[in-house]
């Protein structure tokens, strides 16, 4: 998948969240494109800001791809509205799903912009109409789901819920943004249960992604995450993906 040439998918697809599901791939992704003026952000003439919102695409094979003709997720008020000087926009800036098909429909968080933190938002979606609109927004705006909680990943265990992000709040600058863990018994309400301390090695770690594994020793709980380069002058790239691993139970 690559961008198209559309004011909400010009040059940015990311953050796959990927589930098999009666033998066909879904997938849900960030796109980002100029908004109505078609404009990007900061060039001369931008009135609108960027863009921000989650599409969806199917594949029968993993490899190829046929992505929604419309975004699954936008915040209306962002298309034309104007963002801040940061291209910013209030209870925007939909991005980085995280999608389940769980109880009969599709379950997808995704983090956006309050106004003072990146906090996760919730959605659900029919079945049968992954690709035709059918999610609705269910938490975000003034209540989201839970605050500060950027890069969101989501994943069920039995009957609970486990949701890492990489929040800030541990200390300052990108060091001050740490993985944490949060549970829920339903996939709503969430117990935040704090911060992963960062590896030794590394400033900062971020970017987290869990999956389920099960071996002759039992269910796994595996999260695979970034870290940052670090250093002085300050490097916030990552040069390594690691993982860590806690047992389930039986």
Known sequence: IVP???????????????VLHNN????????????????RFGLPGDEDGDLYCVMGAVSEDGIHWTRSARPLLVYE????????????????MYHRPSLLFDQGKWRLWFDYWTGSNVAMGYAEGEENRFLEGG????????????????????????????????????????????LAEAESDDGIHWRILG???????????????????????????????????GGEPYDYRYDRIRYMKRKLGK
């Open 77 to 92: 008020p962002e298309i034309g509205g104007k963002s801040d000087a940061n291209d910013a926009f209030v209870h925007g």
């Open 24 to 39: 066909r791939f879904y997938m849900a992704y960030s796109a980002t494109g100029p908004n109505r003026d078609d404009i």
């Open 195 to 229: 911060w992963i301390p960062p590896d030794p090695d590394t400033p900062a770690c971020h970017v987290p992604s869990p999956m389920l594994h099960r071996d002759d020793a039992g269910l796994w709980l595996v999260v695979f995450y970034s870290c940052q380069i």
């Open 135 to 178: 999610f609705s927004v269910l938490r975000a705006g003034d209540q989201p789901m839970l605050p500060e909680w950027p890069n969101p990943a989501v994943i069920k265990a039995g009957d609970k819920y486990y949701s890492f992000a990489d929040p800030s709040g541990y200390g300052q600058g990108w060091a001050g943004r740490q």
């Open 4 to 18: 198209e040439r559309k004011i909400y998918d010009a040059w940015h697809n990311g953050d796959p969240s990927v």
